[in-house]
């Protein structure tokens, strides 16, 4: 039997949504040709397929200034809490944090949309086990030591080219649960990336934390990471220094999936809270998985600890996993939007280098800033507000607390901002009014990824021809930024949030068959 195709054209298609002829000749002169719809992302040829209007270019498509980029220390970022408490003072800062407990109690009790028992009982139930390496050894799990070697075994270890092995990890990963992958050679600019220092973990990236109060807070946070003229990874337990080779190393990038639908029930929703948290145990799955499996290729792997390692956007984006966003803190991927969790491996198995990709996202969101507009506490910078710049733009709070002593806040170290890394040229958020918005809520905020355009459906034929548009020409992306508004994908409210529980998802919340084709996925 043939194969069935859609006989709607291209044309009557674009006249369905309202566009006039002038549009779709518009269009029609950066689009390529194509017969009918179904084959609008039929082109690709990867292992894990992606969709004819993600480009691949040479440089990331937002501007990056190498010579400004330095080693960063990790804890230059409002996920410190240390720097927010800076900024809003210590009291201030702890009083707000305290709000979070009663505020949670009295949720459950009124039965808010989003915030009832059950809807708390998910978030708590989906964080699992843990999301981090073990505490006593954050080089490398021990719980992987158990798997065999080829020396072990007594055989050569596993020998492939570098595209091989890179199609290799593709195909281990995705069968591990990863979506999307993306490597690199850790060497020149790229090893600016890497940080001098990282965070002890992700539950003690907040300050105050276990009742502690004192001001300054210690530097026993901290883990120092040296590049050195070595070929083996190494992990001083007495000094917690991790020592990665300076030549020889790939990082390897993933990306994990995050539901939209739950998305759409932020701000402060415990539904949207439990698909942001699970990145985090499905990452636990995915990162000892591929650790276990390049032990046993016998090659040397290490998971992103210490914490912070690597800014998880910065690898993204520059692999092709992402575009970067409006928002500082914010990379898009093309198949699964702003809702994606972006993760880090790194290890000395040769892997071709997978080049970033223009998908028209970072032009789309410089004439878009929906996220902007709908930003409780003012942090994003709106559509037409200052330019995109090389320089982070001052936060509108004035600082209770004196510089942080050590932490290379005192001076802060070259190429970098009290709490951004420098190098690129983008919109800078204020970081420090969006935490002081977030601290006081029982279950977080992130409604500007809830509310992006890019938050939309999988399946629906609409988004793709989209995407597709907007990746080849700018010239509808107001009409496109509107019409998200219009037909409804934005945030659910009041009651709307308890929908989801009613709603046929697909496990995990997400399709896991984007990209797929083989096994009667495509």
């Not at 739950?262 to 948290?277: D, G, V």
Request: with cysteine; hydrophobic share 35%.
């Amino acid at each position: 039997m043939s194969k069935f195709h859609s006989t709607l054209t291209r044309r009557a298609f674009m006249k369905a949504l309202g566009f006039g002829a002038a549009t779709v000749g518009g269009a029609s002169l950066v689009a390529p040709v194509y017969h009918d719809i179904d084959e609008l992302t039929s082109s690709s040829t990867e292992l894990r397929k992606r969709a004819w209007w993600v480009k691949e270019v040479d440089e990331p498509t937002v501007d990056i200034d190498w010579d400004i980029m330095k080693r960063h220390h990790s804890f230059h970022s409002t996920q410190s809490g240390a720097i927010i408490a800076r900024y809003l003072g210590l009291a201030e800062y702890t009083a707000l944090i305290n709000q979070q407990t009663e505020a949670k109690k009295q949720q459950i009790l009124k039965n808010e949309p989003g915030l009832t028992l059950r809807d708390q009982a998910l978030n708590n139930a989906s964080r699992g086990v843990g999301f981090t390496a073990l505490d006593t050894d954050k080089f490398i799990d021990k719980r992987l030591a158990v798997i065999q070697t080829p020396s072990d075994l007594g055989v050569p270890r596993w020998e492939g080219t570098p595209e091989e092995n890179l199609k290799m990890m593709e195909a281990a990963m995705a069968h591990f649960g990863a979506s999307n992958i993306g490597a690199a050679a850790l060497e020149g600019n790229h090893q600016k990336l890497l940080a001098t220092h990282g965070r002890q973990s992700i539950a003690q990236t907040y300050f105050p934390y276990e009742g502690k109060t004192t001001w300054p807070p210690t530097e026993t946070f901290v883990q120092p990471m040296k590049l050195v003229n070595d070929s083996k990874f190494s992990y001083d337990a007495a000094t917690q220094v991790t020592s990665i080779p300076d030549h020889g190393v790939y990082t390897l990038s993933y990306t994990v999936p995050q539901s939209h639908e739950a998305f759409r029930t932020t701000p402060n929703s415990a539904i949207f809270s439990a698909a942001n948290i699970t990145r985090y145990r499905l990452r636990e799955n995915i990162r000892a998985c591929t650790q276990m499996f390049i032990r046993g290729l016998g090659y040397q792997h290490m998971n992103d600890e210490p914490y912070g390692a690597m800014p998880g956007i910065a690898g993204a984006v520059l692999s092709g996993l992402a575009e970067n966003g409006r928002h500082s803190i914010m990379a898009i991927s093309p198949e699964h939007g702003s809702s994606v969790g972006l993760f880090e491996l790194y290890s000395d198995l040769p892997m071709a280098h997978t080049k970033p990709v223009d998908a028209g996202i970072w032009r789309f969101c410089q004439s878009c800033g929906i996220c902007a507009d709908h930003c409780p506490s003012a942090s994003i910078e709106p559509k037409g507000g200052r330019e995109i710049s090389y320089e982070p733009y001052a936060s509108s709070v004035n600082p209770k607390h004196p510089p942080l002593p050590g932490w290379g806040f005192n001076p802060v170290g070259e190429g970098e901002a009290e709490y951004y890394k420098l190098g690129r040229k983008t919109y800078w958020s204020d970081g420090i009014t969006c935490a002081a918005f977030r601290a006081p809520l029982s279950n977080g905020c992130q409604l500007c990824f809830g509310v992006c355009v890019f938050n939309s459906q999988y399946g629906a034929l609409v988004h793709d021809v989209v995407r597709g548009t907007l990746a080849t020409t700018s010239l509808f992306n107001g009409f496109f930024a509107q019409m998200d508004t219009t037909f409804g994908f934005g945030l659910k409210q009041g009651e709307a949030k308890e929908e989801w529980w009613d709603m046929s998802l697909p496990s995990y919340g997400y399709s896991t068959a984007l990209g797929a084709k083989h096994g009667g996925y495509k």
